[in-house]
């Protein structure tokens, strides 16, 4: 059974930085990225990241909310996703999940079978 477990959240103030990370047990065959999603109280769950990872140095994709803000990478080595996030601000405060995505379309959707329990972003101003 695949598991994903995300790490790193915590409280910072506005305009600090977290480092998100994302253990995976496998990758599934038919999966080809994986992806940061958040949902803060109230709303919708928001796509924040994706990386393609059926190539090395695959391309990522991000939400405007967040673009030079964040960065997503991946340790193929050690099955781990990150999430860099710097310059937060209050309304980066939300649960963030990992997932494995199929395709952009289901990126976009939010839909996959593969999620993380969440880690939570608390960020004050």
């Known amino acids: 059974q695949v598991q994903l477990v995300e790490s790193g959240g915590g409280s910072v103030q506005a305009d600090g930085s977290l480092r998100l990370s994302c253990a995976y047990s496998?990758?599934?065959?038919?999966?080809?990225?994986l992806a940061w999603f958040r949902q803060a109280p109230g709303k919708e769950l928001e796509a924040v990241a994706s990386i393609y990872i059926r190539t090395a140095g695959g391309n990522t994709f991000y939400a405007d909310s967040v673009k030079g803000r964040f960065t997503i990478s991946q340790d193929n080595d050690n099955n781990t996703l990150f999430l860099q996030m710097h310059s937060l601000k209050p309304e980066d405060t939300a649960m963030y999940y990992c997932?494995?995505?199929?395709?952009?379309?289901?990126?976009?959707?939010?839909?996959?079978?593969?999620w993380g329990q969440g880690t939570q972003v608390t960020v004050s101003s």
């Open positions: 997932a494995f995505i199929s395709s952009c379309s289901a990126y976009v959707r939010g839909d996959s079978s593969y």
């Open positions: 496998e990758t599934p065959y038919s999966m080809n990225y």
